[in-house]
């Protein structure tokens, strides 16, 4: 119950601001007006915090209901970050641009779990909120929610630029783009927060959380989000209207007058040209997209959630400035608050008139509350529990698979068994052991690839011919991979683990060999197979074995 002293010349539910001190806490958040009803035309205040007076006990549940959205959020994001730390990337399709927006989003998580867990006071007095000075839990709260929007909002644009230059332009971001992308996707974010945080602050304004001040807003956070903000809209924009461009293109060329240069029934050399590109790269297109659905939606939802969240904040601003230069809009509410001794609920109706509706302010919470789980349903793979699993399997199982080359299976079975068909990766020496004891080393793809986040690579059929062996290996393609499947990948050649599907094992297959290297060539004979037998009679061709061999051998 406030002291009936600090009304002053004020009416009930109102503080006269002469009663308070003209320090501590944020000063600015008061919402005070000179009173012309009352004699003396005092200034009164309403009671701290204003947005209990303006909007219904419901506002309250909302607040709390935002707050652990954003546990459960900072929960699955952590789960996503563990994930990408301890699994194989093929099992997270891990990926630096992914890893960068969870860490950029989980700051914004904490910035609301912050308050929900200390609980801090809303206001420094009886008509003053609390600022980043007077507490400390609204200074890590507020500096977490800026800090997170500014950095989701930054990698947002590069996620988007990545897209538009690999769906748009066929250019492959490498190395070179990883180290500009790190320096501008945290260096931007850091001197726009030192900025706003030390002009403009952060203090308790509506919610639990501490947001934004009003003052130099504008100019040194929201000016500067909703640009970056506009730059991603422009390039999903561009990337959106390439793609119609390239579907439209398709259809045109599949008509016969697009592809026919003259009246004759055959097509012209020129106009098969164009039908052949337009469908090569509608055909690129199409996996691209079907490959960057993941980032696509990302971009585009999280682009929906800052834009929203900027606008109700910046018309927010507004209506607190526009209030303290014509308070006749507000007078009828107050007056309403004045004859019914405090009755909130009896001048509701009024006060929606120049606030911001309820409905809008707490869906505005929900949506940026929403951010993290967003974010980890685009992510996550049904993979990653399988990794979990063998993740544990393999370290607490007390049965454990030992390695057992394939010559030690020969030695133990006998020089006169076959030796079973495929072969046993030789993890000490690096290569693959076969059938016969030869080995040689996987081929993998060197340089960049094509796609980025969800975009995948083939790994080429790769054929060799032991020493020795009459067989060749062939390695079936498989299913396409990421390019950057850790955060220190820019580019060549993964771990050859990485190029198999998650939960499989690489599929082999063994063809006969068409020629072998191993012995003399088998001449080519007409109706005659090419196969060749290990263990031949050198009589029964034309090589020589040696003098003696062959009838022919001493000609």
Sequence with gaps: MANASLHGACPTPFFDVTKFPTEGGYIAGRFCAPSTLVPGDPTCCLPCPATDWAYSDGFNTANDVAAWLNVVGAIVLAFMLLSYAALPSQKTRSHYLSICLCVSITFITLGFIIPLGAQPPKCYDEITPNDMYSSTPCAWSGAFILAGALCSNMWIFIRALSMHLQICWDIVPG??????SQALGWGIPAALFTSTISVTGVSF??????HVNHEHSTADFWGWLLAIAGGSVILQLATFAYCLHVYFKNLWSDDPTQTTGSNSALPTYSGSLRTQTARAIYRRLKRVLWLQWRGIAIVTIMLSDVIFFAVVFLYLDDTATSLT????????????????SGDKEKCLSLGSRWLLSEGTVVGVLLMFSLGGIQAFLLLFRASMITGWKDFFVARFSPHKQEFVSLDAISTHR???????????????????KYAGGATFEMQQPRGGYGLDVDAKVISPTVTDVGVGSPQSYTSAPQEPQDAYHSPLHFGGAPEADAYFPPGQ?????????????????????ENSTRSVNVNRDPTSTYARGGLGAHPRGRE
């Excluded at 304004?205 to 501490?210: M, P």
């Excluded at 230069?325 to 019914?340: A, F, G, H, Q, T």
């Excluded at 068909?421 to 020496?429: E, K, L, V, W, Y």
């Design 414 to 432: 006998g020089a006169g068994e076959p030796s079973p068909a495929g072969f046993t990766p030789s993890r000490m020496g690096g290569g693959k």
């Design 325 to 340: 230069k014509n308070y006749d809009r507000v007078e009828p509410w107050l007056l309403c608050l004045v004859i019914s």
């Design 205 to 210: 304004r509506f919610g639990n959380a501490c």
């Design 175 to 180: 190395r070179k783009f990883f180290l500009s």
């Design 505 to 525: 094992s690489p599929e082999r297959r063994y063809a006969p060999a068409m020629q072998s290297f191993s012995g003399p060539r088998v001449p080519e004979r």
